[in-house]
């Protein structure tokens, strides 16, 4: 996020365990996996894909919407 509060830099990775996918959301300034925004595991790498694309979109909407909120 830079000072005036506008950008936010999310990114996902989704890989493979012994039996499981895992997804997980954070963002630039700590990418390490000990701590992120989001996390979850599923059945498919299609499920793990979907998941953190929609924890993405639902960032930004809140973050979009703060942002108005602030603004008014």
Known sequence: MNELG????????????ADEWYADVDDEQDPQPDDPFWCGSYTSQRAAIDAACERIAALHLAHTKRLSEQAS
């Open 6 to 17: 506008i950008d936010i830099h999310l990114h996902a990775r989704v890989f493979r365990t």
